[in-house]
Structures are given as structure tokens and as C-alpha cells.
């Protein structure tokens, strides 16, 4: 009885690991699309910055995940061969870059989002998992030193800016709801402290999210209709052409070594 | 007076360049030694920012997550490269928006090699180990350049760039000693990417336009033969070590000399590619410019919103 409990535990525990990953590895690939395509150099840079942070981070997540399958299995394997009904990253981190003033406003979302959800999670009884949160914690608390001026200058910037940025929010809001949902394997790693309670992150999520853009005379609505799925692998039509674009050479040329 | 400042100042200068003392943006210099560093720092700090398309290609494409991330860490390095050399080129008295322009309308150069698609994963391990083994060479004889700001750009950039040939040269290895398939990947790669890494050292001595003049400014210090035959001693014995064919069959020590010996270089093919007759050269304008283009309103936006600020700041300060 006793090993059957742990059994779960390990299985939500790698679960959930995998799923945290994915959300890294995921936006890290959107986000490195800007390479060469920003409006300034410095922000090629920037943004290549933030999407080496989450490529890092969703190293952390799966070096970790395969080192509990103990399975033989890598952080590659993870991320190169597993199909688009097998990631289980929530939908926001792989809508497209669209322009820059999405981008940022996705970038902003998020980054209010993790300095919450990282700072709650370094609290987590798994000694590893807190580690890693405290890392991606300091990364994101300067991620969004970056993101809030930016909003903040788009939105007052120019007409067009502000336009820019308000068909960004029209499109996000419909994705951010995810973000505080949980399958029940999450709410059970919940219970046992390991995983962070994300429904309890939402009201302070909101409340910094419409006090900084009421700043810009922005009002922030959520919708009440929210898009979700990622965690079951149900995805947008982007995630598959995503997918084939990353994992090409691991599947083109199986079981070697780069 | 009016006369004799001018000859005073330029015997300053060429005794400054005589005594090995660096130039630094304020000294007076002549408006020809302007105008031809203006031209060798913009093409070195353009090639910075095309060389981040054909490595860039491969970013959302690499094999593993590390090697993800080194690639990352080295376009984003490039990119720095750029910035820094665009800084430097400023301190001459042009803007970062004239410099782009100059690019965009094709009167201002940068590294053919760019101009060279980068098609398979093994393009992104041999250009590292050998396009950005190349500019080590020339970087470290620029790092003696008479400019005191570009001087101190080289020492800065050369120390990075080594650390990109290696992140190169590791993934030629890890192919070269790999599948048959991933040999032959690298072998391929290389092959094709030598010949453009040769040419990166200019044209022959007697036929460099500008070269003679910049060594006697010390803009330049070691000629291209040079530079190119210590470039080829160099990565020979690299090229052995990965196991792979020679990529030119005349390659051979010359024991004389000291020096391998190797192959003539088509110049018909360098200079159709420098004058913009290359697979990638309008590929890599165009890309240039949409990004540019695509980017006006965000840069629009920072001026209106910083001209706002400021009438703000003015608005409170009078009260
Ligand atoms: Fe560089
Ligand atoms: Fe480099």
C-alpha cells in the first residue's frame, strides 16, 4: 500500500515536472524567433537573454524529471520525442511572436506570473524543485524590470502602439486563465506541499496586472471564457508546426549523438 | 596660423602612430584615417549583426537543449560584438542610423562569408570553428590597431570569439566522430565553408585597394597573406585531428617554407560576391531591412513617448 502511494507521488512528481518544462521549453523556442528580427539590436539581445533563461529552466525541470524515471531517458528525449498530444505546456507560452508589442505583453503576463508562482514554489517541500524555483525566481524578477516599461511606454507611446498593444490583450486574455488551473495529479502534489496552489496566485495576479496597466488607462478584464487544455495536450494549431521545427534532427536521424 | 595648425597637428598625429601611442576620439586626425576606419569598423560591426541570420537559422532547429543554449549564447555574444562595435564606430562621429543605412543601401560591406547559406547543422559547427577562427586571426593583430576604442573593442571581442571557435569546433568533433551520415555531414560542411573562410582574409596583398595605406596608419597591422597563411597552419592540424579529407587536394607542408601550401582561391567567385552577386546577399539585405521596417513603430513609439516625458519634466520644472 505504502509503495503504491509512493508510486503516484513519483509519477505526479515527474508529471508535473515534464509539464513545467514544456512551458519553458516552449516559450524559449517563441521567444529565440526573434533573433535577428528585433526593432533595436539591444532588444535581439534581450530577448535571446530571456529565451536562454527559459531553455535553462526547462533544463532544470527535465534533467530532474529524467533522474526520477531513472529510465535511461534525458532531458533530449524528453523534449525531441514526445508528440504534440504528449506536451502538456499551458497554451500561452506557444501562441505565435506575432509583433513586438504582443510579444512584450505576453512577456509582461508572464513575467507578473512567475515572480508569484517561482516565489511560492521555492517554498516547496522538494528540496530540487525549490532550488530550481529560487534560480528562475531571480531571473524573472529582472525579466520584469525589462517587460513593465515596455508595456507602459507602448501603451503611451504612439496611437498605433497602443493599438498594437490593446489587440494584444483582446487575443492574451482568453489564454491567461489557464495559468491557475489545475489537473487533479497537480491539486494532489498540492496537498502533500510540493506543488504551488495556483488558484491562490490569481487574485494578486490580477490585482498587479490592472493597477500597472489602469496606469496607461488600460482596463484589464478577464474573460470569463478561458481557453485551456495544454496540460492535457490539447493544443492550438501552432504547437505542431513548432514541434517539427525543433525536433526535426532528432527525428530525421534517430539515436545519435550532437 | 591657419596654415601652420593643420601641418602641426598632422605631425602630432604621425608621430603618435610612430611611437606606437594609440589615437584616441578627440586627438585630431586626418579626415582620410576617419573615413577608412569609419569603413572597417561599420563592416566589422555589420558582419557582427548578419553573421546572426545564418547561425540564427539554426537556433529553433538544434539538436539538443545544450547545444540550444550555446547557440543562443553565442548569436547573442555576436550581437553584443555588434553593438559594441557600432559604439565604437560612433566615438568617429556617424550615428548608429546612418551606419544602417549605409548597409541597407549596400554602400557599406560586411563579411562575405555571410553571404554563404548556412544549410545543414554541421554549417553552425564548422562556422564556428572556422569562420570565427578566422576573425580571431585578424581580430588579434587589430587588437595593436591605432584606434584606441577600436583596439580595446578587439580585446574585448577576441576573448569571446575563442570561446565560439571551441563551441565550433566541439561540434564538428561530436560529428566527425559520429554516424556515418554525421561525418559526412561535417566533411560537406567544411568543404564548402573553407574556400569563403579563406577569402575572409581580403585579396592578395598586391591586390588590396586599401591595405597599403592602413598599414602605414597601423589601422592594419599584419597584411591578409599573412594572416590567411597563419589562419591555414592553424587549422590543418585541426582539420587531422577530426579525421576528416583534406578540403583542398594541394594542401601540403612545405617544408622550405614552414608553411602548408594549398590551392589558389577563386577570386572570380570572391569578387562576384562581394559586389553582391552572392546565393545570400539579397536574402540577407532584405531580411535586414524588413526586420528594420517592421520595427519603425516600436522605435516611433519610444521617441513620441520620450519627447512626452520630456515636456512633462519641463512643464513641472517651470513650476
Ligand atoms: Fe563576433
Ligand atoms: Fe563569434
Known amino acids: 500500500?505504502?509503495?503504491?502511494?509512493?508510486?503516484?507521488?513519483?509519477?505526479?512528481?515527474?508529471?508535473?515536472?515534464?509539464?513545467?518544462?514544456?512551458?519553458?521549453?516552449?516559450?524559449?523556442?517563441?521567444?529565440?524567433?526573434?533573433?535577428?528580427?528585433?526593432?533595436?539590436?539591444?532588444?535581439?539581445?534581450?530577448?535571446?537573454?530571456?529565451?536562454?533563461?527559459?531553455?535553462?529552466?526547462?533544463?532544470?525541470?527535465?534533467?530532474?524529471?529524467?533522474?526520477?524515471?531513472?529510465?535511461?531517458?534525458?532531458?533530449?528525449?524528453?523534449?525531441?520525442?514526445?508528440?504534440?498530444?504528449?506536451?502538456?505546456?499551458?497554451?500561452?507560452?506557444?501562441?505565435?511572436?506575432?509583433?513586438?508589442?504582443?510579444?512584450?505583453?505576453?512577456?509582461?503576463?508572464?513575467?507578473?506570473?512567475?515572480?508569484?508562482?517561482?516565489?511560492?514554489?521555492?517554498?516547496?517541500?522538494?528540496?530540487?524543485?525549490?532550488?530550481?524555483?529560487?534560480?528562475?525566481?531571480?531571473?524573472?524578477?529582472?525579466?520584469?524590470?525589462?517587460?513593465?516599461?515596455?508595456?507602459?511606454?507602448?501603451?503611451?507611446?504612439?496611437?498605433?502602439?497602443?493599438?498594437?498593444?490593446?489587440?494584444?490583450?483582446?487575443?492574451?486574455?482568453?489564454?491567461?486563465?489557464?495559468?491557475?488551473?489545475?489537473?487533479?495529479?497537480?491539486?494532489?502534489?498540492?496537498?502533500?506541499?510540493?506543488?504551488?496552489?495556483?488558484?491562490?496566485?490569481?487574485?494578486?495576479?490580477?490585482?498587479?496586472?490592472s493597477a500597472f496597466l489602469a496606469e496607461s488607462n488600460i482596463q484589464f478584464t478577464q474573460t470569463q471564457l478561458q481557453v485551456s487544455g495544454g496540460r492535457c495536450g490539447i493544443h492550438t494549431e501552432h504547437l505542431g508546426h513548432l514541434l517539427s521545427e525543433m525536433q526535426y534532427l532528432q527525428r530525421t536521424y534517430p539515436g545519435m549523438k550532437w | 596660423m591657419q596654415t601652420v595648425e593643420p601641418l602641426l597637428q598632422e605631425a602630432e598625429f604621425d608621430q603618435k602612430i610612430l611611437d606606437e601611442q594609440k589615437i584616441e576620439p578627440r586627438d585630431w586626425m586626418p579626415e582620410a584615417y576617419r573615413k577608412n576606419l569609419i569603413r572597417q569598423m561599420s563592416q566589422h560591426a555589420h558582419s557582427e549583426v548578419i553573421g546572426m541570420q545564418p547561425e540564427g537559422n539554426w537556433i529553433t532547429r538544434a539538436p539538443t537543449l545544450r547545444r540550444k543554449a550555446v547557440l543562443l549564447a553565442k548569436i547573442q555574444d555576436e550581437a553584443g560584438h555588434g553593438l559594441y562595435l557600432y559604439s565604437a564606430t560612433e566615438t568617429l562621429g556617424c550615428t548608429r542610423s546612418e551606419l544602417i543605412e549605409a548597409l541597407q543601401t549596400g554602400k557599406a560591406k560586411y563579411a562575405s562569408i555571410f553571404n554563404y547559406p548556412a544549410l545543414t547543422w554541421a554549417d553552425v559547427g564548422a562556422t564556428g570553428w572556422l569562420v570565427d577562427g578566422a576573425a580571431i586571426v585578424n581580430q588579434i593583430a587589430l587588437q595593436r590597431t591605432s584606434y584606441g576604442p577600436y583596439a580595446r573593442a578587439m580585446v574585448r571581442i577576441c576573448k569571446e570569439e575563442s570561446f565560439h571557435q571551441r563551441q565550433g569546433y566541439e561540434i564538428m568533433f561530436a560529428l566527425a566522430k559520429g554516424s556515418p551520415q554525421q561525418k559526412q555531414m561535417a566533411q560537406d560542411a567544411m568543404n564548402r565553408i573553407w574556400w569563403p573562410s579563406l577569402m575572409m582574409f581580403g585579396p592578395h596583398d598586391a591586390d588590396s585597394a586599401h591595405s597599403s595605406q592602413s598599414m602605414k596608419w597601423k589601422i592594419k597591422r599584419q597584411s591578409n597573406d599573412f594572416l590567411r597563411q597563419k589562419f591555414i597552419d592553424q587549422t590543418i592540424p585541426q582539420i587531422k585531428v577530426l579525421g576528416l579529407d583534406m578540403p583542398d587536394p594541394e594542401i601540403r607542408w612545405n617544408k622550405k617554407r614552414g608553411h602548408y601550401d594549398h590551392g589558389e582561391i577563386n577570386w572570380d567567385e570572391f569578387y562576384q560576391v562581394i559586389n553582391g552577386q552572392g546565393p545570400c546577399n539579397h536574402q540577407r539585405i532584405k531580411h535586414h531591412k524588413r526586420a528594420h521596417d517592421e520595427g519603425e513603430w516600436v522605435r516611433e513609439a519610444v521617441r513620441n513617448y520620450r519627447e512626452k516625458q520630456n515636456r512633462r519634466e519641463n512643464s513641472t520644472m517651470k513650476k
Not at chain 1, 533522474?67 to 504534440?84: M, P, Q, V
Not at chain 1, 489557464?178 to 490585482?207: C, K, N, P, Y
Request: hydrophobic share 40%.
Open chain 1, 1 to 209: 500500500m505504502k509503495d503504491e502511494i509512493n508510486c503516484t507521488e513519483l509519477e505526479n512528481l515527474t508529471r508535473f515536472l515534464i509539464a513545467l518544462g514544456d512551458d519553458s521549453v516552449i516559450y524559449s523556442h517563441r521567444l529565440s524567433e526573434w533573433c535577428s528580427n528585433g526593432p533595436y539590436l539591444e532588444e535581439d539581445i534581450a530577448l535571446t537573454n530571456v529565451a536562454l533563461d527559459y531553455t535553462g529552466r526547462a533544463r532544470l525541470f527535465y534533467q530532474y524529471a529524467a533522474k526520477l524515471e531513472d529510465n535511461g531517458k534525458t532531458e533530449d528525449d524528453i523534449a525531441y520525442l514526445r508528440t504534440e498530444r504528449e506536451f502538456t505546456n499551458l497554451l500561452i507560452h506557444e501562441l505565435p511572436i506575432n509583433d513586438f508589442a504582443f510579444t512584450m505583453l505576453r512577456q509582461y503576463f508572464m513575467d507578473v506570473f512567475y515572480c508569484l508562482y517561482l516565489q511560492a514554489l521555492s517554498g516547496s517541500k522538494d528540496e530540487s524543485l525549490s532550488a530550481i524555483a529560487t534560480k528562475a525566481l531571480k531571473e524573472s524578477h529582472y525579466h520584469l524590470k525589462r517587460s513593465e516599461p515596455w508595456i507602459k511606454l507602448l501603451a503611451q507611446g504612439t496611437d498605433e502602439s497602443r493599438q498594437r498593444i490593446l489587440r494584444a490583450q483582446a487575443e492574451l486574455e482568453n489564454f491567461t486563465g489557464e495559468l491557475f488551473l489545475m489537473e487533479t495529479w497537480e491539486v494532489q502534489l498540492v496537498d502533500q506541499g510540493i506543488a504551488v496552489d495556483r488558484s491562490l496566485i490569481q487574485l494578486e495576479w490580477e490585482r498587479q496586472v
